[in-house]
């Protein structure tokens, strides 16, 4: 349990919370057109066809974190949950997040929420996948014996999201957005190289956040450390003076004393 509480904080929650932060410090040039919607929200439903279902647009009403804005869900088949989030006054950017972990996370829950509604504030039409399982049904990576959801996991559920997405604001807007953008951390990371690498026409700008690159070494490491630590536990009282030290003896091996350890391998300080 231990093993899965690190790997979930690591992979998943820290990244969504910041990405709402990062949103808020950027603005559109203040003279700026903004588009307003040609068509009642609800009339998004109509889009639903053979490559996607829209299951619901609403319009939600103005709240404390964000304006009034339009909400389309669906899904691409197999089992690819989407949202799209519409701004009334719209200065026709797209925004994409990534995921974390294993992905499948519930596009409600209040870091995303969050970082939609703070897109949204900023005039952006935001939109999210899940990747294509439901975490809450299928945890971490046993999804993955379905091949098609590996796939989608993997690759596709990134890129059928941003195709969708853009359709439903060009629909909505009648015009295309004119710049898109992804920003992912860890496997948003990844999510990001890969649409770089495979689908380079589908995003203007990419935020590629400490992107997971070998998984599998990835994941022995952890189990590496989990064993360590489980040998030779250092209690979290300790875990405080151990990090100042190590940042005293190694954070300026790197030529900058900045609070940054540049490559901790080279840092030779030993716990016990
Ligand atoms: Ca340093």
Same mark, same amino acid.
């Given at each position: ?7 979930t904080?690591i ?8 990405q709402?932060?990062e949103?808020s ?7 700026e057109?903004r588009l307003?919607p040609?068509?009642h ?18 319009l939600?009403p103005?709240?404390d974190?964000a304006p009034e804005?339009c ?14 989030a ?5 200065h026709k950017?797209?925004l ?5 972990g ?5 596009l409600?829950?209040p870091g995303r929420?969050?970082?939609?509604d703070?897109?949204?504030?900023s005039?952006?039409?935001f939109t999210?996948?899940?990747t294509?399982?439901?975490a809450?049904e299928?945890?971490?990576?046993t999804?993955?014996?379905? $091949? ?12 059928v999201?941003?195709?969708?997405a853009k359709?439903?604001a060009a629909a ?6 004119? $710049? ?7 496997t948003?990371?990844r ?6 690498q495979?689908?380079?026409q ?7 956040g400490?992107?997971v ?7 022995m490491?952890?189990v590496?450390?989990?064993?360590a630590?489980?040998?030779a ?5 300790k ?5 100042e030290i190590?940042?005293?003896?190694c954070?300026?091996?790197?030529g900058?004393?900045d ?6 391998r080279?840092?030779g300080f030993?716990?016990?």
């Amino acid at each position: 349990m231990l093993f899965r509480a690190v790997f979930t904080t690591i992979l998943s929650a820290v990244p969504v919370l910041a990405q709402a932060v990062e949103i808020s410090r950027w603005s559109p040039p203040p003279n700026e057109e903004r588009l307003r919607p040609r068509m009642h929200c609800s009339a998004l439903r109509a889009l639903t066809g053979y490559e996607f279902s829209v299951i619901s647009a609403t319009l939600q009403p103005a709240s404390d974190s964000a304006p009034e804005f339009c909400r389309v869900t669906g899904q691409i088949p197999p089992e690819i949950q989407f949202e799209v989030a519409l701004p009334y006054q719209w200065h026709k950017r797209l925004l994409m997040i990534g995921n974390g972990g294993y992905a499948g996370e519930n596009l409600e829950s209040p870091g995303r929420k969050a970082t939609r509604d703070q897109a949204v504030k900023s005039g952006f039409v935001f939109t999210q996948t899940n990747t294509g399982h439901d975490a809450a049904e299928e945890p971490l990576g046993t999804f993955a014996v379905n $091949r098609q959801k590996l796939l989608d996991y993997a690759f596709r559920a990134v890129h059928v999201t941003a195709e969708t997405a853009k359709r439903i604001a060009a629909a909505y807007y009648g015009t295309a957005p004119a $710049r898109s953008y992804f920003m992912g951390c860890s496997t948003g990371g990844r999510q990001a190289l890969i649409s770089a690498q495979r689908f380079p026409q589908d995003f203007d700008g990419i935020i590629a956040g400490a992107p997971v690159l070998d998984f599998v070494g990835t994941m022995m490491n952890y189990v590496s450390i989990q064993q360590a630590m489980a040998a030779a536990p250092v209690p979290p009282a300790k875990l405080k003076l151990a990090g100042e030290i190590a940042y005293r003896l190694c954070d300026a091996d790197d030529g900058v004393k900045d609070g940054v350890i540049d490559d901790p391998r080279r840092c030779g300080f030993q716990v016990t």
